[in-house]
């Protein structure tokens, strides 16, 4: 699960890096506004992918999507990026389950296979 979960991150980070270079050109915001806050939302898409594994790392990451969704107010297209990135982390928390659930079932196997 953390390595899907953390691929979405990361993939978000240069979303949001994209979204800073749009919203830039908004006459409502300066600069440093923008940076300070697209900055922020980046480090915190990397400290997410480190902490997915601990206790409420999956909950922050709902809480983040649901942040990039709120982006669509400052630039329109977040809306339909941040859908689109939400769906993606569910999948990546859903499969990632599966797969950790599959690896631990063949762990089980190979440990129980006399000869190994």
């Known amino acids: 699960m953390r390595t899907l979960c953390a691929s979405t991150l990361i993939g978000e980070f240069f979303v949001i890096g994209f979204a800073g270079l749009v919203a830039m050109k908004s006459d409502d915001l300066s600069m440093t506004t923008v940076w ?37 107010f400052v630039v329109p297209a977040m809306f339909f990026l941040g859908v689109l990135f939400g769906g993606l982390w569910w999948a990546s928390v859903h499969f990632g389950r599966k797969i950790d659930t599959a690896r631990a079932r063949w762990a089980e196997q190979a440990a129980a296979e006399p000869g190994t």
């Open 36 to 72: 300070t806050v697209c900055g922020a939302a980046m480090l915190l898409s990397l400290l997410l992918c480190g902490m997915i594994t601990r206790p409420g790392g999956i909950q922050l990451g709902w809480a983040f999507q649901l942040a990039l969704i709120a982006g669509g």
